[in-house]
Nanobody, 128 residues
Framework: DVQLQASGGGLVQPGGSLRLSCAAS????????VGWFRQAPGKGREGVSCISSSGGRNFYSASVKGRFTVSREDAEDTVYLQMNSLKPEDTATYYCARYLGSHPIAGLWATPSQYHTWGQGTLVTVSS
């Protein structure tokens, strides 16, 4: 089976950090960009970040830029999202997904329809 599994979520205090992982099984991430999305209760799915296949061209939403860092380890078929200086508004279920190609396009990388092979999410709760 082709699957993605996000993990690493949990409860953290404001200002804290978490590192999310996205592991692929049944296929390889190599050659594909990978995106992170989040969905808060009652809200739509929001693009958070996307990493190109080479790791050299990455995108972040304005709300997380400077606080979150995306990285990848293709040898392990894993993509990471390091989240620092977390805020209560970062509370959401976080999902990873494989982009349709290797190079995300500015203006399209945050569009869910540009992705397939969505994984099950991991819940991040930022609260004191």
């Amino acid at each position: 089976d082709v699957q993605l599994q996000a993990s690493g979520g949990g409860l953290v205090q404001p200002g804290g950090s978490l590192r999310l992982s996205c592991a692929a099984s049944g296929f390889s991430f190599a050659g594909y960009a990978v995106g992170w999305f989040r969905q808060a209760p009652g809200k739509g799915r929001e693009g958070v970040s996307c990493i190109s296949s080479s790791g050299g061209r990455n995108f972040y939403s304005a709300s997380v830029k400077g606080r979150f860092t995306v990285s990848r380890e293709d040898a392990e078929d894993t993509v990471y999202l390091q989240m620092n200086s977390l805020k209560p508004e970062d509370t959401a279920t976080y999902y990873c997904a494989r982009y349709l190609g290797s190079h995300p396009i500015a203006g399209l990388w945050a569009t869910p329809s540009q992705y397939h092979t969505w994984g099950q999410g991991t819940l991040v709760t930022v609260s004191s």
